[in-house]
């Protein structure tokens, strides 16, 4: 029995629980529960990440304290994650006491030991707020290309990165005011001094999946940097101890306290259960520590969070996994389109196992995105789940209770079948500890194939009709409730209220791994009810239309400037407006399509070869092969949006978008006369 601690990294305290974040503590979920069915000792640790100016200002907004506004939010996510079957161990906040002595107490050994060091930086300060500006606080004019409303960290349209003090024109968003360049001293972690012993460890087999290795080798190869760790005031979070008395108070940063939040929230549970802390966290320690994260926040967790361990004489983590992000429908999540879609709002009409086990299935050891198809996941969850594994149980139970009094069989009449399914299991665990939930979604369905075939082979409903067949219909359904009961064991860390109820049905103690070797004869099962419905597309559908509404009705974010010479209304349409200046940075031309085809592997794309009067044609990929035949659109004159950022896709890049019109799930591709000149600008 090996000792496993798990984390998944901590949701921001500054808003709900979407689906986006629900791809991550699904999967740490369920290689929680896989673990823990095969017979280890697995802890399953979070927190709200709980400071930073971010909350702060949104504390002031809802006219709350800062710690009112954490407590308030904490709820809302423990609520969700209850919702979604998340069984944390223990659920805490970084704001705590024990994170405030596991913060002071690595920065005090790091600068005792000389990693800490001092500087003085300018920043963009924002006069009427009285604060220093982070990146997400500060717009301008890219200093690269020019184009407006940029963060003040990177381009969105150039993909240029940059200093916020580099802005031209900047201006803050919190204020709409123009702040000003103003010195500060800050406290820094020597990082670059780390550097060979972080290249050992992310090269360590199994640490880190390959394309995070490759991502790291380019960091190195650019040369760490010193990292930045510390906050001026006002600042929710930490103040760093032993400061001269003379300067302002200096805050941790909130990704120095971050990921200590770990540790606190398991020193929190070690107290309250008698569980040795320092055996997990001591350097020499022969436990297991994984955290799994998104692929956006590697660098804090595989550079800053090992290297800070590593100089203050902790344990470093066994790996670190990471994942993609989710898509909806093949596109970023969209407020206007309802694919921005909230937990509670899923909650509301939807069961959260037909999401996890979506997720499973679509879930690998990679760190590739992910897409929930809202048509394929109803078509998935009704036949794999429903159609497949809970129609096993549905087309045995009442023959066993009719014939048998709810008795099974004395003995196993098909024992080849059934042995090669508990066989199985050693694969299927093995696929879920190396994180291949699709690969053990797949092996489950086709244990589920073979038993349907069976049944469908010895047709028991039609054997029953035949006078003195009743015996032996009892001996093929009683192999039929076997193999139900080895496909629920497999399951269960996905679909943990399904084994529940699956459970009290089969009258069984256990559905660990180890449990499928006990063959179920001469046992008696309880009466057979309805174990999970079929997904409808009427609830998907109201999903989606809440989604709309419930996020049309949030206040829209001080996040630009607003156009003062401009008068804009809202449109009674939408709810949303622009002005004419929104829409010119628009660019539209007319496109010949000089070739379309099919794309191998992806059953909804179309590849256009566009000239859009350029020196070069344009690749773009478009989302039409349902409603258009590549041949139906070669040669035609389409409208072209040509200056979107380039989009990289598995199939290669898409360098613009093909307008049409959709209106009642039909879509039009608008078509030009073809005496209209590619190149030509749309006005």
């Not at 399953?44 to 200002?57: K, R």
């Not at 939040?261 to 297991?288: V, W």
């Not at 760190?367 to 549905?394: R, T, W, Y």
């Not at 073979?450 to 028991?460: G, L, R, T």
């Amino acid at each position: 029995m090996r000792k496993i601690l798990v984390t998944s990294a901590l949701p921001y305290a500054n808003g709900p629980i979407h689906l986006g974040h629900l791809v991550e503590y699904i999967q740490t979920d369920v290689w929680v529960r896989a673990m823990k069915a095969q017979g280890h000792d697995v802890k399953y640790v979070c927190a709200d990440d709980a400071h930073g100016t971010a909350i702060m200002l949104k504390a002031q907004d809802n006219g709350v304290t800062p710690e009112e506004q954490i407590a308030t939010v904490k709820a809302s996510h423990e609520k969700d994650f209850s919702s979604f079957l998340i069984n944390f161990d223990n659920y805490y906040s970084t704001h705590s006491p024990e994170n405030e002595k596991f913060s002071q107490e690595i920065y005090t050994k790091l600068n005792e030991r000389g990693y800490i060091f001092t500087k003085n930086v300018e920043q963009l300060f924002d006069t009427e707020k009285g604060l220093f500006l982070a990146d997400r606080f500060v717009k301008g004019e890219c200093p690269k290309c020019g184009a407006k409303d940029q963060y003040g960290d990177n381009c969105e349209v150039c993909s240029a990165t940059y200093n916020a003090t580099e802005l031209k024109n900047p201006y803050s968003t919190l204020s709409q005011s123009t702040p000003i360049v103003k010195e500060s001293k800050h406290y820094f972690f020597d990082l670059p001094r780390f550097t060979d012993f972080l290249q050992g460890f992310t090269k360590e087999n199994g640490r880190l999946q390959t394309s995070i290795t490759n991502k790291l080798n380019e960091w190195f190869e650019a040369g760490l940097q010193p990292w930045d760790i510390s906050r001026d005031a006002p600042y929710f979070g930490f103040k760093i101890p032993n400061t001269p008395t003379d300067e302002p108070d200096k805050y941790f940063y909130v990704w120095l306290d971050a990921p200590v939040g770990y540790m606190a929230s398991f020193k929190n549970l070690c107290e309250r259960e008698g569980i040795d802390f320092d055996a997990y966290f001591k350097k020499d320690s022969a436990t297991e520590l994984y955290h799994f994260i998104g692929k956006d926040i590697v660098y804090f967790h595989a550079l800053f969070w090992p290297a800070m361990l590593h100089g203050t004489d902790y344990r470093t983590p066994t790996a670190i996994n990471a994942h993609g992000f989710l898509t909806v429908n093949g596109e970023k999540m969209s407020k206007s389109r309802g694919t921005f879609i909230k937990a509670e709002t899923y909650i509301n009409h939807l069961n959260p196992e037909y999401l996890r086990y979506y997720f499973a299935s679509k879930l690998s050891d990679t760190v590739e995105d992910i897409n929930l198809d809202l048509d394929d996941f109803m078509q998935k969850v009704n036949s794999d789940l429903v159609g497949k594994v809970v129609n096993i149980a549905s087309r045995s139970a009442n023959f066993i209770h009719k014939n048998n009094g709810g008795k099974l069989a004395n003995e196993i009449t098909e024992k080849v079948l059934l042995q090669d399914i508990i066989d199985a299991g050693d694969e299927i665990a093995k696929a879920y500890e190396n994180r291949e939930f699709s690969r053990a979604m797949r092996l489950i369905m086709a244990c589920a194939d073979k038993a349907n075939e069976y049944i469908d082979d010895k047709k028991p409903w039609a054997l029953n009709k035949v006078d003195g067949k009743q015996a032996e219909v009892v001996d093929v359904c009683t192999v039929a409730v076997n193999i139900f009961r080895q496909l629920i064991v497999y399951l269960s860390p996905v679909l943990p209220e399904l084994a529940r109820k699956a459970q009290e049905f089969l009258n069984i103690d256990s559905l660990t791994f180890d449990s499928r070797h006990e063959i179920l004869t001469s046992h008696r099962i309880n009466a057979f009810s309805p174990l999970m419905s079929r997904v409808e597309k009427e609830k998907i559908d109201a999903m989606v239309n809440d989604s709309k509404s419930s996020l049309a009705e949030e206040p829209a974010k001080k996040d630009k400037k607003p156009d003062k010479t401009t008068k804009t209304e809202t449109s009674e349409i939408t709810g949303e407006f622009i002005n004419i200046d929104d829409f010119a940075k628009v660019t539209m031309k007319v496109a010949k399509v000089l070739e379309c085809n099919s794309v191998a592997g992806a059953d909804k794309l179309l590849q256009f070869t566009l000239d859009v009067g350029e020196e070069k044609t344009r690749n773009v990929f478009s989302g039409i092969a349902k409603f258009y035949k590549p041949e139906e659109l070669a040669g035609k004159t389409v409208i072209c949006v040509t200056n979107l950022a380039p989009r990289k896709m598995k199939f290669g890049v898409s360098e613009g978008m093909i307008l049409s019109a959709e209106k009642d799930g039909q879509l039009q591709v608008v078509i030009l006369p073809d005496s209209m000149v590619a190149g030509a600008t749309l006005a």
